[in-house]
DNA sequence: CTATCTGTTCTGAC
DNA sequence: TGTCAGAACAGATA
């Protein structure tokens, strides 16, 4: 599930929790999620002290006291939770019934890694998509940084540089260029919806379709959303809970995902349905031309 | 039962 | 090179 917001909440989720604790091990319950599968993954990570959580997009970097750093891609339906030895959990992804609240580790448990302290980070992946790669901290990070597009926080994130992108990709679908990374990192299938909404541009536009001014809103419009999602801590409301037992709210607020066939917030008009390079797509016709 | 849905991203065909 | 469908996987839902 997790778009910007919800990988940026878990990181400072960690950044309260996680940091500090030395690894202990790692058990790999599924060969699958471990990118690039290294034996020596245990070895690599065993007695180093986390330092920091970070995040490249939608990627999770755990830092540790030397080269190797984790990298953990939660895809569609990854979760991270950290159990401290008391039991207390925080952590986020995915939001179903199944994963939060109820024993660990569960059938879709992926890895287990272990902190001298007790304290444990269970890795929750359903469908496998998901991944976790050992790093070494100065040249992988950039090289996957190179596959990324400027997040939209960025100062590279620029008018200049999204009215560009849309010039040279003008024959693309806007929704399918929004979440496209190499682009711009960070958004996915939830707010490349509400930005557009925001924006009122219909979905089904090229990009090359757009004037001046609807770049200049959307490119506002991207930032906000995605302000506001980070804001709200992301947008899973069942399973999602941290140490202060808080839910993360976007969802029900929500302009256009998942209501289709509500009234729409901007006019007495309903909210629509398609699917747009593959994908779910909400609008609302009248307020989006 | 079948068909279609799902918050991601990569590959391969055109 | 740009664009898109399909794949990777495991469900839930109508």
Not at 50 to 56: E, L, P, Y
Not at 83 to 100: C, E
Not at 234 to 259: F, I, M, N, W
Request: glycine share 8%.
């Amino acid at each position: 599930m997790p778009e910007l917001p919800e990988v940026e909440t878990i990181k400072r989720e960690f950044n309260l929790t996680v940091v500090g604790k030395v690894f202990d091990r790692v058990e790999i319950l599924d060969k699958k999620v471990i990118k690039f599968s290294r034996p020596d993954f245990n070895s690599k990570i065993k007695g180093k002290k986390v330092t920091k959580a970070q995040r490249m997009a939608k990627i999770l970097v755990i830092n540790t006291n030397n080269p190797n750093s984790l990298m953990i891609h939660l895809k569609m339906t990854g979760q991270l939770i950290f159990q401290s030895k008391t039991g207390q959990r925080t952590g986020g992804g995915h939001p179903d019934k199944l994963y939060y609240g109820q024993k660990l580790p569960h059938q879709y448990t992926r890895a287990i890694l272990t902190f001298r302290d007790g304290s444990q980070l269970f890795f929750n992946d359903l469908r496998r998509f998901g991944w976790i790669k050992i790093i070494n901290r100065q040249k992988e990070k950039i090289r996957e940084l190179a596959n990324l597009g400027p997040e939209p926080f960025d100062k590279n994130f620029s008018l200049f540089y999204f009215q560009n992108g849309l010039e040279k990709r003008k024959k693309s679908n806007i929704k399918a260029l929004l979440m496209d990374q190499k682009f711009i990192s960070g958004i996915g299938n939830i707010y490349a919806n509400e930005a557009l909404f925001l924006a009122k541009i219909n979905p089904q536009k090229k990009s090359g379709q757009l004037s001046p001014p609807e770049a200049q809103k959307l490119h506002q419009a991207i930032i906000k959303i995605l302000t506001k999602a980070v804001k709200l801590r992301g947008t899973s409301e069942d399973s999602y809970v941290d140490l202060a037992g808080r839910k993360g709210g976007y969802l029900p607020q929500a302009l256009v995902y998942g209501r289709e066939g509500k009234k729409c917030r901007g006019c007495p008009g309903k909210v629509k349905k398609i699917k747009i390079a593959g994908r779910g797509t909400y609008f609302c016709p009248t307020c989006q031309r």
